[in-house]
């Protein structure tokens, strides 16, 4: 996905817990984020769960970041991402495709990582406690 990698390094840079839900397999998973260099705090895959549209797989997700689903926010791109998400109570995200373009279960719509971490900029900026100097 064009501009994962920057969004990834930032979220790292940030101290942000990175979680991934996937209907692959974790074999192939494991190939792939081993020939990319990438690392998640949690990683749920087919075997873990039952798939998405359940809920299930980011429920597993939540506890290996360690994460309460009221604190996470789920990145997808398909419907299937959206209701999971929804279901599972957590803030969804659809990053629009050219198959998703809109979703009723989505929170936000955003066309880009770019997009989505100016946002969680934002928002985090808001959550910070005033401090007085």
């Known amino acids: 996905?064009?501009?994962?990698?920057?969004?990834?390094?930032?979220?790292?840079?940030s101290e942000l817990k990175r979680g991934l839900v996937t209907r692959n397999s974790r074999k192939s998973v494991e190939l792939v984020l081993g020939r990319l260099g990438i690392g998640f705090d949690a990683v749920v895959t087919r075997e873990d769960a039952p798939p998405k549209p359940a809920p299930d797989p980011v429920w597993v997700a939540c506890r290996g970041m360690g994460l309460q689903p009221s604190e996470v926010v789920f990145v997808g791109d398909f419907?299937?991402?959206?209701?999971?998400?929804?279901?599972?109570?957590?803030?969804?995200?659809?990053?629009r495709s050219g198959a998703t373009t809109t979703s009723e279960h989505a929170d936000l719509g955003v066309d880009s990582f770019a997009e989505l971490q100016e946002w969680l900029t934002v928002r985090n900026a808001m959550r910070r406690p005033y401090e007085s100097t």
């Open 1 to 13: 996905m064009d501009g994962i990698l920057p969004f990834l390094a930032w979220m790292e840079a």
């Open 79 to 95: 419907e299937f991402d959206m209701l999971s998400g929804r279901r599972a109570g957590v803030r969804t995200v659809l990053l």
